[in-house]
């Protein structure tokens, strides 16, 4: 419970940020709720799941390159049918590339990952049709002026990501609450004894993989929006790596850590690249760190310094 | 340009050149990987920090040799450094965190990098030894790409003797077979595992030296061929020195060829490669332990 009371208070503390905020502001926002749900995404299969990945940023730009093409003149769909094509479309390539990865387990699976992963990057870098190591720009938002919200803006813009994150937040906490969920966790905790319950472990963890590309690939399809400009940078290992470090920072397992984490990650990258040219040492002394302290990252901490109230 | 034999022995010792570099960076990786189950993600940055110091050296002594020999051990003292203030600690911790500080450490090396010798690569401008090209057929071929394969397998050589016919190899193939019988059977798992990484820290650094008046140096070349040693661990088989040298020799030829015939495919062959191993003999190739 305290974990869910902590993510209320850190989206009420976005949403009143958004209500201040001004074009640089809106910008940042939509970006902590991209990356808040890619990592929430993340955290569903490493930190409940047990299933490390450094391939996950490479569901994410699937993502998003699904979404523009589908979008773009060269397959016409509208955005609200991109939108979805760019989910399930990662979710179903998830699922193939998860039957084959979950097979494999913890320092394995990390290599397989990267493997699917950078393969899926070099694709996108050698595809002259999609714009090579260019990447493609000039992507259609969704148009909402029928409900008269007017997307191009970026004040709306902003609340419309934060508003699906939220809902992500919502989904990802019911799901964790069905018995799929608890069969996650379970897989985490003793595949054995599952298998031991007659459970087909390597269904569910194909499942869990796929489950958590089709919500990369929805956040892919924000991101997408949001920059309207994707390169195939969106889906090196590096991306990944990154996007494990928020979900670390804020804490493995928890749900509202990598949202904690995106918004950290999202903040320090902004403040410190503005100042110094280095901030990359200081992200990676952050999570030597982290590491270093034994906690479960931040919200860890938190749940340390109230004493008696676990969620 | 297929029926051209030059073609195919340009393209062969070219794939064996990078071969010997991957092999290079590799078998320090797979030897403590075999060893202690935990990946130094960091290392391709000791690569890197290789061939700047080596840069440096050489600038300023106007040797490469003298280069050669000293970065590597700059290196090593740097890779000391990590495994005392860092990995040590986390020794009890679990793969996990230990693979995440060496991820940290990837970004902070390449910073401090950068910090120290510019974001822009560095060719070294004295004399270069083996700066002479030879005839292959009709090509012109740099005799220094000899002298990196001719490094390469002269550190096999010495690895092969040292894992095979010395008590600190016999400790290293005992530890990496069993670590906990090992241990029990009097072998000071933790001081082979610190001397092996510091040996493994110090090919890295002479790959970087070695790599460096062929590519120049600069400080974002460490994550570039992280990804590739990292696949050659994996497809040779953990804790095996000969499965990194034919690991190295399936990646590198997989690479080169690659790139030469399917431009558009050549990385993707890589991982597959990587994939079909994982999936097919996840031991790898030609594993350590039986």
Known sequence: MTRHLLALALFAALFAWHSQAEYYGFELLAEIAVFAILAMSLDLLAGYGGMVSLGHAALFGLGAYLYSWLGSDMVGLSAPLAILGAAFGTGVIALAVGAVAVRVEGIFFIMITLGFGQMGHEFFFQNKALGGDDGLFGIQRLDLSGIGIDLSDPGSFALAALVSAALVYVLLAWVLATPFGAVLKGLHANPNRLRALGLRVLTYRAAAFAFSGTVAGFAGSISAQ?????TPHLLNWTTSGEVLIMVILGGLGT??????GAVVLVLLRHELSSITDYWGAIMGGFLILVVLSRQNGLVGLVERLLPGRRG | MLTDPSFWLVQGLNSLQLAMLLFLLSVGLTVIFGLMNFVNLAHGSLYALGALIGYSIAEASGSVFLAFLLAPLAVTAVGALLYITLIERLRSAGPLPQVLVTFGLIFVLMDAQRYLWGSDALGVTGDVPFSGT???GSEPYPAYRLFIIAVGIAVFAGLYLLLNRTRLGAEVRAGVDDAETAAALGVNV???FFLV???????????GAVAMPAFSAEAGMGVEILVPTLVVVVVGGLGSLSGAFV????IGVTLT?????????????MYAALVAVLLLRPQGLLPARS
């Open chain 2, 247 to 250: 690991g190295s020799l399936v």
């Open chain 2, 257 to 269: 060829f690659g790139t030469a015939l399917f431009p558009d495919f050549a990385g993707i062959a």
């Open chain 2, 190 to 192: 933790e001081r082979t």
């Open chain 1, 255 to 260: 749900l509202v850590g990598p949202v904690v």
């Open chain 2, 197 to 207: 990484f510091l040996l493994g820290c110090g090919l890295a650094g002479l790959a």
């Open chain 2, 134 to 136: 030879i005839h292959i």
């Open chain 1, 226 to 230: 949001h920059t309207q400009f994707i």
